[in-house]
């Protein structure tokens, strides 16, 4: 059975600070999604990683993939409050033999303080 | 708009009670999920359609959960008899490739 982990949970930053939140995974798997989430909102596409060493960016996030370690990475440069969000990261369950959805992470409940 | 959209938005029931919400998905993906997701959790994967076919159903879907996409188009999720424990967030995303959700129904079940 997939399952993926992802750390912290919880997260409060200062603005201008950078952090890095981790997403393991334990089966193979060469597709991996990170998704934000607003209060009482629907998810919100952010990278979409399909292969080793992929690596994306947009604005301060960044995200890169290490399917050898089953390891992805959300790096936050210099954060601002607008980007207090709750991020998941998602599993391409086929890819490891399963059904053709996503296997979420728990989330990081991120807050950015002034 | 084109995005995915669900309706009702929210729906508070009373334990017992039949519900059914629907998804609308981008017009163009073929393929439609449904997920649930509970506070503070990540989305769970209940089921998943390629066109009108359903694929493929997580041991999450109990008996008393149906899914439907008649025309390959929009779909439908039942949930019969509605427990306490059915309360969460039902979302509904569609993709060609990467999945796009929709803003989702909460259910309410007293």
Redesign the interface.
Same mark, same amino acid.
């Given at each position: 059975e997939l399952k *993926?982990e992802q750390n912290p949970l919880f997260l409060s930053m200062q603005e201008g600070k950078n952090y890095t939140i981790y997403c393991n995974y334990s089966t193979t798997s060469d597709r991996l $999604?990170w $998704?934000r989430q607003d209060p009482g %909102? +629907?998810?919100? +596409?952010l990278f *979409?990683l399909l292969s080793n060493g992929a690596v994306k960016q947009e604005g301060r996030l960044m995200a890169s993939l290490d399917t050898k370690a089953r390891l992805s990475t959300l790096h936050i440069t210099a954060a601002v409050h607008d980007l207090s969000a709750t991020y998941?990261c /998602?599993v391409d369950?086929i890819s490891g033999g399963g /059904?053709? &959805?996503?296997?979420?992470? %728990? &989330?990081t409940h991120l807050i950015i303080q002034p | 708009d084109t995005g995915v959209s669900q309706d009702p938005r929210h729906k508070i029931t009373k334990r017992g009670q039949n519900v059914t919400f629907r998804c609308d998905p981008i017009s163009e993906h073929n393929r439609l999920y449904w997920y649930r997701q509970t506070l503070g959790q990540g989305p769970e994967f209940l089921t998943y359609f390629q066109n009108e076919a359903q694929l493929e159903k997580s041991r999450l879907l109990s008996d008393r959960f149906s899914a439907e996409r008649p025309k390959g188009s929009f779909s439908t999720l039942e949930i019969q008899r509605t427990e306490q424990g059915d309360s969460a967030m039902y979302l509904c995303a569609s993709s060609l490739g990467p999945q796009f959700f929709g803003p989702g129904t909460r259910l309410t079940v007293l």
């Amino acid at each position: 059975e997939l399952k *993926v982990e992802q750390n912290p949970l919880f997260l409060s930053m200062q603005e201008g600070k950078n952090y890095t939140i981790y997403c393991n995974y334990s089966t193979t798997s060469d597709r991996l $999604y990170w $998704y934000r989430q607003d209060p009482g %909102k +629907s998810l919100e +596409s952010l990278f *979409v990683l399909l292969s080793n060493g992929a690596v994306k960016q947009e604005g301060r996030l960044m995200a890169s993939l290490d399917t050898k370690a089953r390891l992805s990475t959300l790096h936050i440069t210099a954060a601002v409050h607008d980007l207090s969000a709750t991020y998941f990261c /998602a599993v391409d369950n086929i890819s490891g033999g399963g /059904a053709d &959805g996503l296997t979420f992470g %728990k &989330g990081t409940h991120l807050i950015i303080q002034p | 708009d084109t995005g995915v959209s669900q309706d009702p938005r929210h729906k508070i029931t009373k334990r017992g009670q039949n519900v059914t919400f629907r998804c609308d998905p981008i017009s163009e993906h073929n393929r439609l999920y449904w997920y649930r997701q509970t506070l503070g959790q990540g989305p769970e994967f209940l089921t998943y359609f390629q066109n009108e076919a359903q694929l493929e159903k997580s041991r999450l879907l109990s008996d008393r959960f149906s899914a439907e996409r008649p025309k390959g188009s929009f779909s439908t999720l039942e949930i019969q008899r509605t427990e306490q424990g059915d309360s969460a967030m039902y979302l509904c995303a569609s993709s060609l490739g990467p999945q796009f959700f929709g803003p989702g129904t909460r259910l309410t079940v007293l």
